[in-house]
């Protein structure tokens, strides 16, 4: 009998115990469910419910930065923060020889060679190019998306028909494949023209803080005696900067 008695407490306490993770289960299952509702509300421009209702995410502001001869310039991206200042203060020159530019900023480096000077011309010349082929491909991108969705469409149209004809059925099948690979490459297309697109937009926030940093350098090696007409023609390569009369 003792032994009975064991059993149904084991038994018993085998029960509590499996109720007890069965509620943990429960409860992380329905916490999951929470986290993916709130996921799925954030992606689609929701915020959680308020009152039963449902408040739109707001629109991120625009990002401007100002370039080295004073023009604004929007930055636009379809994300949120990337990680790249554009709270950019230009470096001010307090001396310049044949060799050194002498800052006269608080907090940065105490002097910049001619040199550094050229390869940060050059960097930024570079960035321009390949922003400007990244606009081109972005650009590729979406003629290509509309291309593959025309030719879905077509081979969709073309499956239906050949439904309604005799033996058409083979026909319609390879249709239906077609249909499939074309929606896939424009959603391939899409998703390539966001990416050079977005690319583009960073090359773009990076070559302006360039400007910005170091456009007054840049002017005062072109304004200086001492500059060497091949470096003058290096920087005004592009008429960007003009010698001082």
């Not at 469409?153 to 004809?165: F, H, P, T, Y």
């Amino acid at each position: 009998m003792d032994h009975v008695k064991a059993y149904a407490k084991g038994a018993k306490d085998g029960w509590d115990h499996k109720k007890a993770e069965n509620a943990k289960e429960h409860a992380r299952l329905d916490k999951a469910r929470d986290d993916h509702r709130e996921q799925q509300a954030a992606k689609d421009g929701q915020v959680k419910p308020v009152g039963g209702k449902t408040e739109d995410k707001a629109k991120p502001a625009l990002t401007t930065a100002t370039t080295g001869d004073g023009r604004a310039v929007v930055i636009t991206t379809d994300e949120g923060d990337d990680g790249v200042s554009t709270d950019v203060k230009p470096l001010m020159v307090k001396d310049i020889d044949a060799n050194t530019l002498t800052l006269g900023t608080d907090g940065a480096r105490g002097s910049v060679s001619r040199k550094e000077l050229r390869n940060f011309k050059q960097y930024e010349r570079k960035l321009e190019a390949k922003e400007t082929h990244l606009i081109k491909i972005a650009e590729a991108c979406k003629q290509l998306e509309k291309a593959a969705e025309k030719e879905a469409e077509d081979c969709q149209k073309l499956r239906e028909q050949a439904k309604s004809v005799e033996g058409g059925e083979k026909v319609a099948g390879k249709l239906s494949r077609l249909v499939e690979a074309a929606k896939t490459q424009a959603t391939e297309a899409a998703e390539l023209h966001k990416r050079a697109k977005r690319a583009a937009e960073m090359c773009k926030v990076v070559r302006t803080n360039i400007d910005t940093r170091y456009a007054p350098l840049y002017k005062a090696v072109v304004d200086s005696d001492e500059t060497k007409p091949a470096e003058l023609r290096f920087y005004n390569d592009k008429g960007s900067y003009a010698a001082a009369a």
